[in-house]
């Protein structure tokens, strides 16, 4: 009797696995179907501003790391910081058309610098 029982509770049990395989095969294709998704979202993900900008930031963080001491990294990350900060300030105050303009005066200011020097005006008698 004992043995009879214990082959009826195998064939309850193997009878319930091929009753459910079609719920395993249903399993195995969403979450096969679920890495293309994942792949997807991710590409989405990969072509954002954000991402970019972070990809940037971080391209850059390693390479000043590289090349300079932390020291030196801090009195550089100061000297930036004030740059964007004044360029911040200018574009909000004047705009895009005027930090168009200030940008080419400077550039032409600083294009002529150190260009040929006005010669003092002669008068020849003869």
Known sequence: ??????????????????????????????MANSA???EAEMSVAMD?????LNKVKETGTGIAQNLFKREEMKGILDIISSIGSGIDFLTEKIGLLGTIGFGAGLFAGLKNVGGAKMQPLTVSLF
């Open 36 to 38: 293309g998704n994942a």
């Open 1 to 30: 009797m004992n043995l009879l029982n214990k082959l009826k509770r195998q064939g309850q049990i193997v009878g319930s696995i091929l009753n459910n395989y079609e719920s395993v095969i249903n399993s195995m294709d969403s």
């Open 48 to 52: 954002s501003i954000e991402y970019k």
